[in-house]
C-alpha cells in the first residue's frame, strides 16, 4: 500500500498568495482527517470528513481557510489568501471507522514569507 | 470539551534509562490512542487502549489506561537511540465520532 499521500511536499510562498494542499487517504478508507503542527500549538484538528462530507470544521481558523472532499479518494486544503502566521506542517491522516488508528501521510511543510 | 495535559514537556536520558510519559484527561475516556512521532516524520500509531486498568506491551514499551479511565501512562524500559521522537497521547471524541484530541506530547531526547 502507498499510504496516505500528500502533495506537494514544502511549499514556499509569498503572503497574500493562494496555497492549496492535496491529499489522497488510503483506498478503503472513509474518515480523512486535516491537521496543522507547530511548535506553539501542537498537532491541532482543522476539520474532517466522513464518506466525503465535513462533520467537524470547529478547528478551521478562520474563512481563509477552505477544505473540500469531491470523492473518496481526493481532499484539498486551501488557504486563501495565505498569512506569514500560516506557517506550519500540514498532515492529512485517514481511518477505516471508529475508532482504528489514524494513518498519517508524510505532511506538507508550509511556509509563507 | 477535552482537555489533554501531558506531562513532561521534555525528557533526556541515557541509553539503558527508563522512561515514562503520563497524559491526563479532565474527563472519563472511551478509548486512548498513542502515537510516536520521529523528528522531521509524522505521527505514527502505537496501540489504543480501551478498558479500564488495561495494560498492554510491545517489547519495551508498556502502555497502561487507568481504573477511572482518565489517566493513561507509557513507559519505555532500557530506552535505545531509537526510541528518540515526540510521544502523544490522543483521545477518541465522546460524541460517536471519529475526532481525536492530541495530547501536548512528550519530546524524548536519548543520549549515548
Known amino acids: 500500500d502507498a499510504g496516505v499521500i500528500q502533495s506537494p511536499r514544502h511549499e514556499v510562498t509569498e503572503m497574500g498568495q493562494e496555497v492549496t494542499l492535496r491529499c489522497k487517504p488510503i483506498?478503503?478508507?472513509?474518515?480523512l482527517f486535516w491537521y496543522r503542527q507547530t511548535m506553539m500549538r501542537g498537532l491541532e484538528l482543522l476539520i474532517y470528513?466522513?464518506?466525503?462530507?465535513?462533520?467537524?470544521d470547529s478547528g478551521m481558523p478562520e474563512d481563509r481557510f477552505s477544505a473540500k472532499m469531491p470523492n473518496a479518494s481526493f481532499s484539498t486544503l486551501k488557504i486563501q489568501p495565505s498569512e506569514p502566521r500560516d506557517s506550519a506542517v500540514y498532515f492529512c491522516?485517514?481511518?477505516?471507522?471508529?475508532?482504528?488508528?489514524?494513518?498519517f501521510g508524510p505532511g506538507t511543510r508550509l511556509t509563507v514569507l | 470539551g477535552q482537555q489533554v495535559m501531558q506531562i513532561p514537556q521534555y525528557q533526556h536520558v541515557q541509553e539503558g534509562e527508563d522512561f515514562t510519559t503520563y497524559c491526563n484527561s479532565s474527563?472519563?475516556?472511551?478509548?486512548i490512542q498513542w502515537y510516536k512521532q520521529r523528528p522531521g516524520g509524522h505521527p505514527v500509531f502505537l496501540i489504543q487502549?480501551?478498558?479500564?486498568?488495561e495494560v498492554k506491551k510491545q517489547k519495551r514499551l508498556t502502555f497502561q489506561f487507568g481504573e477511572a479511565k482518565k489517566n493513561s501512562s507509557l513507559h519505555i524500559t532500557a530506552t535505545q537511540t531509537t526510541d528518540v521522537g515526540t510521544y502523544f497521547c490522543?483521545?477518541?471524541?465522546?460524541?460517536?465520532?471519529?475526532?481525536?484530541?492530541f495530547g501536548t506530547g512528550t519530546q524524548l531526547k536519548v543520549e549515548l
Open positions: 470528513f466522513n464518506n466525503n462530507v465535513p462533520i467537524d
Open positions: 474527563t472519563t475516556l472511551s478509548n
Open positions: 491522516a485517514s481511518s477505516y471507522q471508529r475508532p482504528n488508528e489514524q494513518f
Open positions: 487502549l480501551v478498558k479500564s486498568g
Open positions: 490522543a483521545l477518541l471524541s465522546t460524541g460517536g465520532g471519529n475526532k481525536l484530541t
Open positions: 483506498s478503503g478508507h472513509n474518515s
